[in-house]
């Protein structure tokens, strides 16, 4: 069994690697162009991987830009979203990726911002904020604000409020989106999603109308807090939606 399992992680990794070499000279400087190859990527990777993702929501994404922010358990949360998401999106990711010359390279196509998630240098934490809000003026951006996977943790972490300070006086819509993965495979922290997946994607709201009058600081934590609630409420109605269907 635990053989079988290695077989198939290593197979889906080989075809996600086999798909971007593939497609890597199809990238260009077209957003929408770079997205959809992502997004079919993806979606062959999942048929691969034998996920059934679920994906509810896709009319609440506005037709204006949006910051979509989700719970993050895995790398496959990224997969997952391309797979799903019908508008183009760029994403808030960790600086460390840019590491893998490839996934670079897909990263920078779709205009991904990298932020180096521990330093404490507050001039590279200005450019990030900065960064994010300029994005938002006429692009839609993905946001994990955990901050890091919760792995085999099936509880939500804080979102830290720092990735919220160039989004507090954006006129803009702040979506949740929760994922469901009940079950995972692994090995180490490379972990895989089995059978089902559910995505759900909720109403969204203007940062203005939920943060009271303070100083950018103590608004971007109110955002954070805020929306950790909405992808919160997300998450348990799913979970009355599945308790209902086994009564």
Same mark, same amino acid.
């Given at each position: 069994?635990?053989?079988?399992?290695?077989?198939? /992680?290593?197979?889906?990794?080989?075809?996600?690697?086999?798909?971007? /070499?593939?497609?890597?000279?199809?990238?260009?400087?077209?957003?929408?162009?770079?997205?959809?190859? &992502?997004?079919?990527? &993806?979606?062959?990777?999942?048929?691969?991987?034998?996920?059934?993702?679920?994906?509810?929501?896709? @009319?609440? /994404?506005?037709?204006?830009?949006?910051?979509?922010?989700?719970?993050?358990?895995?790398?496959?949360?990224?997969?997952?979203?391309?797979?799903?998401?019908?508008?183009?999106?760029?994403?808030?990711?960790?600086?460390?990726?840019?590491?893998?010359?490839?996934?670079?390279?897909?990263?920078?196509?779709?205009? &991904?911002?990298?932020? @180096?998630?521990?330093?404490?240098?507050?001039?590279?934490?200005? @450019?990030?904020?900065?960064?994010?809000?300029?994005? /938002?003026?006429?692009?839609?951006?993905?946001?994990?604000? !955990?901050? !890091? &996977?919760?792995?085999?943790? @099936?509880?939500?972490?804080?979102?830290?409020?720092?990735?919220?300070?160039?989004?507090v006086r954006k006129n803009i819509q702040v979506v949740p989106c929760f994922i469901q993965i009940q079950e995972f495979e692994n090995i180490g922290r490379w972990m895989i999603p089995r059978g089902k997946v559910k995505a759900v994607i909720g109403q969204g709201f203007n940062p203005k109308e939920v943060v009271e009058d303070?100083?950018?600081?103590?608004?971007?934590?109110?955002?954070?807090?805020?929306?950790?609630?909405?992808?919160? !409420?997300?998450?348990?109605?799913?979970?009355?939606?599945?308790?209902?269907?086994?009564?």
């Open positions: 069994m635990r053989i079988k399992k290695g077989l198939r /992680l290593v197979r889906v990794l080989l075809v996600l690697v086999f798909q971007m /070499l593939k497609n890597y000279r199809a990238l260009n400087h077209d957003l929408e162009h770079n997205f959809i190859i &992502c997004k079919k990527i &993806c979606q062959k990777v999942l048929r691969t991987a034998g996920i059934r993702v679920r994906a509810e929501g896709n @009319e609440n /994404l506005p037709d204006t830009p949006f910051l979509l922010v989700s719970n993050h358990r895995c790398f496959f949360d990224v997969v997952i979203l391309l797979a799903m998401v019908d508008k183009p999106v760029r994403f808030v990711a960790a600086k460390e990726l840019d590491h893998y010359p490839v996934l670079r390279r897909y990263l920078a196509s779709i205009k &991904c911002i990298s932020i @180096e998630r521990y330093t404490k240098d507050f001039t590279k934490i200005k @450019e990030s904020i900065v960064e994010i809000s300029r994005a /938002l003026e006429d692009s839609n951006l993905v946001l994990f604000p !955990e901050g !890091e &996977c919760s792995y085999e943790n @099936e509880q939500m972490g804080t979102f830290k409020k720092g990735s919220f300070m160039g989004v303070a100083n950018r600081k103590i608004q971007s934590e109110q955002l954070a807090d805020y929306a950790r609630a909405q992808v919160y !409420e997300l998450q348990q109605s799913i979970a009355v939606a599945y308790d209902n269907s086994q009564e």
